[in-house]
């Protein structure tokens, strides 16, 4: 994909842009400076995408290291003390460097491209927010080879898992982090710049198509919760190597600040994960119904009401704490309260597709997935968001599962969705039919073989991070790993397709999509290295 | 010529927006680290984390309830890396709102050097924590032990009458934490002791 996209520049690009193209005009650097140096938001939404799925490709591995040892009841394959760090590094990147980096990247690709935009507001930003990426997961890989090991203490990192019983090598891990952090807040202020100034003449904010609205909104979160983690990391870093205390109770501080702080950034953050998969299918499904989005403005709201519900809800993460009663009253309310605008999302895709015109392409087909099995993600949610009930559920493969249900067919669907979808766009040719949906088949059955029996094995007791575990939860952990081994293998198919496309295939027109209605469509397929140069004129259309 | 406008427009547009953008990021950075005093305020007003007052309270001189009978337990635990042994003489006692009472504790330095460590409270359920009032504690203030040493240590406390009812049983825990010489330095700078014979 890399080496050819995107396509040759075009000749008229030689006047300076509201990007501030500072190539404009001279020789454009060649082989690996190009990459290195470009400030073009396609190139640079290559590299994001790109770099997730190599990330995806790590943490997937390091997954399925877990899966291959909890294969059956016993310690066979690695020691546990590489067994936890396997299951941190595993949240950790692909939290961090595949779900978020891949949002940025098709921000970075289609924000500029669906608002009429030439570039994002602020090119070399966007260029130095993403190669922090590289820099910080490397760093963060590095530390498995070091003295003691890497983070072995969870993806959520509590005190004083992560200070006091910490490997030495968590102050690395901090400063990786403290880059990833960087990396997002500059890639949010460069969406919300780019969204709010350079919209195509005429477009109004309740005009945008719905991937820009949802990336806006997240992009505020990012902006409202990433300071709040680096602060954390911060007293973190200050607790292990300058004897603060801020959550040690040894000198008056308090371990359990430290998972308000954690997840007062971490319930924002898991929003930050899903809402751009909001927007992804919110476009999809329109497409290939052949209708309208049923309730646009409905849509916004809702997606603006779910993030500012996600400030008052971090405390269901910790029922079991010793909250007092009306506490846990109050997040066991709110948090059941972000049902009803996620319930009118999943209305109006529905009411969407009632007596549309349905066809069944591969971006349909995950968007579908997406739909259905979020919502599946979104009811296991609301299970654990009864505080009596979570006090049983608390810790255990329940959990894992809800969240790998709202985040693998959730936002990973979504965006295995938008990568079809735009696939078209972003090479000019179509995917292959036929290996999209043996992807998308052994995609769906894999996914749910591997985390549909930990609802079993999670309501039966089975704890979360552990190696090893009672016999009786032996059939349902077979069942698992068999499926993540399943799904692990057919993402390979998803590869080979991106290669198969990059390379050849059917010819995609201007607009590939039937349906397909919003600007990215009236540029050529592929898209040319500089699109909009001058504001294409906007007809807003009734939603 | 308006292509040009509203890309002058769009420019300043977009210092505008980092602006603002940064100071958001500054502000709610600092709004991290402002959640940390703010969150001891909380917690001293409500009694939610179930620490006790740092320093010794005068009794309240009030009626004992003679009504109800409160059980109070005692729990002691060691740290990793600290050879120290801490017991309670009493590990369970059953006294009425507003008596005063005294436990003893004794503290044993196993290991082959003076060390310096402190006891630090936390008391099971929250509430009852700001009904807790103790005239002495040992966990006001480090211990320092020489190998073999052993001391014995008074807590005297004071549950008040306005317990709530619904509490029957106080919890209280107490964890040994090694002292490095030069933290003990720090916290020692205060007066730690008055008012214990108010």
């Known amino acids: 994909m890399a080496s050819h996209l995107p396509p040759k520049p075009t000749p008229q690009h030689s006047t300076a842009t509201a990007g501030g193209m500072a190539e404009a005009g001279h020789a454009r650097p060649r082989g690996l400076m190009r990459w290195l140096l470009t400030t073009n938001h396609k190139e640079i939404g290559t590299l994001y995408l790109l770099f997730s799925l190599t990330m995806f490709f790590i943490g997937g591995i390091f997954a399925l290291v877990v899966r291959a040892e ?3 009841p016993g310690l066979q394959l690695v020691k546990p003390e590489f067994f936890n760090q396997m299951t941190t590094m595993h949240g950790l990147i692909m939290v961090f460097g595949a779900i978020m980096p891949a949002f940025v990247g098709l921000a970075n690709w289609m924000v500029p491209l669906q608002i009429g935009a030439p570039d994002m507001a602020l090119p070399r930003l966007n260029n130095f927010s ?8 490397l760093l963060l890989l590095s530390t498995l080879l070091m003295p003691g090991g890497g983070p072995n203490f969870g993806w959520t990192f509590y005190a004083p898992l992560s200070t006091t019983y910490a490997p030495p090598s968590t102050s690395f891990f901090i400063l990786s982090l403290h880059l990833a952090g960087i990396s997002s807040i500059l890639g949010a202020i460069n969406i919300i710049a780019t969204i709010l100034n350079l919209r195509a003449p005429g477009m109004r904010l309740m005009d945008m198509p719905l991937f820009v609205w949802t990336w806006l909104i997240t992009a505020f979160l990012l902006i409202a919760v990433m300071p709040v983690l680096a602060g954390v990391i911060t007293m973190m870093l200050m607790d292990i190597n300058f004897g603060t205390s801020f959550f040690n109770a040894a000198g008056g501080g308090d371990p359990v600040l430290f998972q308000h702080l954690f997840w007062f950034f971490g319930h924002p953050e898991v929003y930050i994960m899903i809402l751009p998969a909001f927007g992804i299918v919110s476009a999809i499904i329109p497409t290939f119904s052949r209708k309208r989005l049923f309730g646009y403005a409905s849509m916004v709201y809702a997606t603006a009401a779910i993030a500012i519900l996600s400030f008052m809800v971090w405390a269901h993460h910790m029922f079991i704490v010793g909250l007092p009663l009306v506490a846990e009253l109050f997040f066991m309310y709110t948090t059941m309260l972000i049902a009803v605008p996620t319930g009118v999302k999943v209305f109006n895709w529905v009411a969407t597709m009632f007596r549309g015109s349905i066809s069944f392409e591969p971006p349909m087909l995950f968007a579908l997935a997406f739909v259905v099995q979020f919502t599946v993600g979104g009811f296991s949610g609301l299970m654990l968001a009864i505080a009596p009930a979570d006090f049983q559920y608390h810790d255990t493969y329940f959990v894992v599962a809800h969240f790998h249900y709202v985040l693998v067919p959730g936002a990973l669907f979504a965006i295995l969705a938008g990568a079809y979808y735009w696939l078209p766009k972003w090479t000019g040719h179509y995917p292959s039919v036929r290996l999209s949906q043996w992807h998308f088949w052994l995609s769906v059955i894999g996914v749910n073989l591997t985390f549909f029996p930990m609802h079993f094995s999670g309501l039966a007791g089975m704890p979360r991070r552990i190696p090893d575990y009672a016999l009786q939860f032996a ?3 077979l069942v698992s790993s068999l499926g993540g081994f399943m799904f692990g293998a057919s993402q390979l198919l998803f590869v080979l397709v991106i290669i198969k496309c990059v390379r050849g295939g059917e010819k995609a027109p201007a607009k590939a999509w039937e349906g397909a209605e919003d600007l990215e469509w009236s540029v050529p397929s592929p898209a040319p290295l500089h699109t909009f140069e001058t504001p294409p004129t906007f007809q807003p259309r009734e939603h | 010529m308006r292509s040009r406008d509203h890309e002058a427009a769009g420019r300043e547009g977009v210092r505008r927006t980092v602006i603002r953008t940064l100071v958001v990021l500054a502000g709610m950075f600092a709004f991290a680290f ?5 969150y001891d305020v909380f917690c001293d007003l409500t009694g939610l984390n179930g620490k006790t007052s740092a320093r010794a309270q005068p009794l309240v001189e009030q009626e004992v309830d003679a009504s109800r009978l409160v059980t109070v337990q005692f729990i002691t635990r060691g740290s990793q890396g600290l050879p120290w042994h801490l017991e ?8 009425h709102p507003g008596q005063r009472e005294e436990v003893f504790f004794t503290f044993r330095n196993n290991g082959e050097a003076t060390t310096l460590a402190r006891a630090v409270p936390s008391v099971s359920p929250s509430a009852a924590s700001l009904h807790l009032r103790k ?10 032990l020489m190998a073999g040493e052993t001391l014995k240590a008074p807590l005297v406390f004071q549950l008040t009458r306005d317990l709530p009812p619904e509490i029957k049983t106080v919890t209280l825990v107490y964890t ?11 916290s020692h700078s205060g007066p730690i002791t008055e008012g214990d014979s108010a």
């Open chain 1, 70 to 72: 909890l294969f059956q």
């Open chain 1, 130 to 137: 993403f190669w922090l990426l590289p820099v910080a997961f």
């Open chain 1, 475 to 477: 059939d349902f952990n």
């Open chain 2, 34 to 38: 402002a959640l940390v005093p703010l």
């Open chain 2, 88 to 95: 309670v003489d009493t590990r369970q006692i059953r006294l």
């Open chain 2, 135 to 144: 005239l002495t504690c040992f966990c006001f203030q480090e211990q320092q």
């Open chain 2, 176 to 186: 040994l934490y090694p002292v490095q010489a030069t933290q003990a330095e720090v």
